[in-house]
């Protein structure tokens, strides 16, 4: 079975400061692994995915998540947050042994403060 | 790319009555997936199509809800004798098969049953 847990389910940064958000997840098998953005009234949105290639993976907005397997993590990090960033992030697993699905987190609702 | 299109964006219904929802993948993709996410959770897997095929439906997915994707292109999703816990927002993703396939999300049908 795939799992994931996303620690925290409201982050609040102060414009310019560091984002991190948490994730763990749970597979027996190699993992394909991804972090969404969902802005207010908007359909889920690709930031990054994991593919077996390079543990620190680049995305969209200054987003990068690093997969560490001895910790299980894909934590998401972004250097300086921006109003704009102001959105609900999830992390998703995918595993060929669990099918075609994607599992989800809960979610992790981030607010910036000017 | 004119990205994945639900219709519609809203629908209120009584209790008892059936709905239909439909959505309109992006025209090269093969697989069509449904999720449906309730507030301040992350989406849940309902089913998925490859071509005209559903090849999985999750045990969410009780008997009084049903999917088609007749030739392979859109898709609709019918829910009969509606009940309040089935208030949530249903939303569709296509990708083309791959190991590592990138999921498009429409923007979703939100489904208020009174």
Redesign the interface.
């Known amino acids: 079975a795939q799992s994931?847990t996303?620690l925290g389910?409201h982050v609040s940064v102060s414009e310019g400061a560091l984002v991190l958000l948490r994730c763990n997840y749970s597979s027996s098998v190699p993992p394909?692994l991804f972090w969404?953005v969902q802005y207010p009234?908007?359909?889920?949105?690709?930031l990054l995915?994991y593919?077996s290639a390079a543990t620190l993976v680049k995305g969209i907005n200054g987003f990068e998540a690093e997969f560490k397997k001895s910790e299980t993590s894909f934590h998401l990090t972004k250097p300086s947050a921006h109003m704009s960033d102001a959105a609900e992030y999830?992390c998703?697993v995918?595993t060929?042994a669990a099918?075609?699905?994607?599992?989800?987190?809960?979610?992790t609702r981030v607010l910036v403060k000017p | 790319d004119t990205g994945v299109s639900q219709d519609p964006r809203h629908k209120i219904t009584k209790r008892g009555q059936n709905v239909t929802f439909r959505c309109d993948p992006i025209s090269e993709h093969n697989r069509l997936y449904w999720y449906r996410q309730t507030l301040g959770q992350g989406p849940e897997f309902l089913t998925y199509f490859q071509n005209e095929a559903q090849l999985e439906k999750s045990r969410l997915l009780s008997d009084r809800f049903s999917a088609e994707r007749p030739k392979g292109s859109f898709s609709t999703l019918e829910i009969q004798r509606t009940e309040q816990g089935d208030s949530a927002m249903y939303l569709c993703a296509s990708s083309l098969e791959g190991g590592s396939e990138k999921l498009f999300f429409g923007s979703g049908t939100q489904l208020s049953v009174l």
């Open positions: 994931v996303q389910s394909y969404y009234n908007q359909g889920l949105q690709l995915k593919t999830f998703a995918r060929k099918g075609n699905k994607l599992t989800f987190g809960g979610g």
